[in-house]
DNA sequence: ACACATAGATAGCGAGCACTCGCTTTCTAT
DNA sequence: ATAGAAAGCGAGTGCTCGCTATCTATGTGT
């Protein structure tokens, strides 16, 4: 029961407590929504001072900046994940999107939605996360290649992204319940199911 | 230039105040969004002191609750008017989906969404807003029995419409223009177009 | 060992918030 | 005409927020 006296770096408390209070803030910003994620708040999920936080962070508003960041990088990640599966079938598309819906209700993606729509009404936060924003997107897009890249045509990579990622946005916005994880629904689930079978008819394999 | 002495009753400025405070909600929500439409923000648009509010609602929660009804009918409406066109052609749809697309922009719609998203960070909130969501939910699948109840199966009605509303309000919530109402964007414009395509393909006309 | 720089903790400040209260103005019933 | 009720007003109240000033603790170069 020695509490141990570890001896620590500067930079190592440093970037110990910056990431603390970085995933403090997903939390916060998934579980409370960007108005209660308050300074306050963040340094009690993170269990430092607010003097701590201010000294990393000269405003609210640049850790909320470098959060969107934070989590950008993790987005990409869980999103390139759901490449590895085929994509020949009905079947396959649409287990796809019941994975890719599962990675839109993750709390990174909900931090990062937090954020865009807070973003509408506040053109300083705006411009701030406009970096992120086109970094994110052009990384999607560089992974929705490799996934379907062999079977649409180039020019309609981006329009069909554009359909799948906002359906399951919008879906993630109407979805109030208190446990996101919840099981999808029958009109969710059959939705799903109904955009597989279109995209999958509307660009037929080719014979290998 | 005299001034009008409009003699009014009171029932007349009762229900004067009351829709001119839901109108300044309104605009207050679509244009600064949800945390920045404080009451004397909403009074000051509107045009009235903040003990005029409160005479009329007890809360700031019942004036936003009361905003949401208020602006769920105008929705219907507004949803009800792309009924009267065709949907024959892949052309047709496509009209139709840009039509909804610029209703789903519209500030009632944003009010909508912009009470939504605050909800699922206020359990409170969330429960008074409910009826008014169910409410809207079932006269939205109604009108959209009656756009597309002959074309498509009716189990398909309702999945149907989650697609094509999700993927809109997703369209909504990543626009954050300054003017939401600006031209589509090339890949908006084939995205849509090409769900339309999809849609008709899979729902082959019966020969009339 | 010692001076210094960096990290973290605490108390407090001014601004803005939802809401209240005493008051005046305007309509209504008799 | 007049009493009473309803509508509207705006200064004030207590509270929370982002942020700062000041202090202590801890690691670092010499």
């Known amino acids: 029961m020695t509490a141990t006296p570890t001896r620590r770096t500067q930079a190592d408390r440093r ?6 209070l970085l995933d403090a803030t997903v939390t916060c910003l998934a579980e409370r929504g960007y108005a209660a994620t308050s300074t306050a ?36 990640a869980a999103f390139r994940e759901t490449v590895g599966a085929d994509v020949d079938t009905v079947d396959d598309v649409a287990e796809v999107l019941t994975h890719l819906r599962r990675v839109v209700l ?12 807070a973003a509408r009404a506040d053109a300083e936060l705006r411009t701030a996360l406009l970096p992120a924003r086109e970094s994110l997107q052009a990384q999607m897009l560089a992974v929705a290649a490799d ?46 199911r109904l955009l597989a079978e279109m995209i999958v008819s509307h660009y037929p394999q080719e014979q290998s």
Not at 106 to 117: G, I, K
Not at 158 to 168: F, Q, T
């Open 15 to 20: 970037a110990g407590t910056i990431t603390a």
């Open 41 to 76: 708040a963040v340094c009690a999920e993170a269990g430092v001072s607010q003097g701590a936080l201010f000294r990393h962070f000269p405003t609210r508003q640049a850790l909320l900046v470098a959060t969107a960041e934070h989590v950008a990088t993790r987005n990409v």
């Open 106 to 117: 993750s709390p990174a993606n909900q931090t990062w939605r937090e954020l865009l729509v």
């Open 147 to 192: 996934l379907w890249g062999a079977r649409l045509p180039a020019g309609d990579l981006a329009p069909v992204l554009s359909v799948v990622v906002n359906m399951l946005d919008g879906l993630a916005f109407s979805v109030l319940d208190p446990d996101p994880a919840a099981a999808p629904g029958r009109t969710v689930e059959r939705a799903l």
